[in-house]
């Protein structure tokens, strides 16, 4: 006995009304990582400052901003935006 196949179901009907598109980030977590590439960015000049290797710029302080900045990327990404 042969199956008889049953027309396919309509899917839902569409809303009238569209809703906006709401963003994952908001202005601010873009601004706060953008500060963030740039303290990063600051952080790696000063590891190629000078000539000396053992300068306390280079292995004390431009490791510590740019661990700073990998922070404040964190921050960035884990804000949540505000409510309106």
Known sequence: MAKTTQPAAKTAAKPQGTTPVKFVF??????????????????FVL???TTDIYSTTKIVIAPIVVLGGFGIGFYAILKKPETK
């Open 26 to 43: 908001d202005k601010s977590n873009y601004t706060w990582f953008i500060i963030s590439i740039a303290v990063v960015a600051f952080g």
């Open 47 to 49: 590891m190629a400052g």
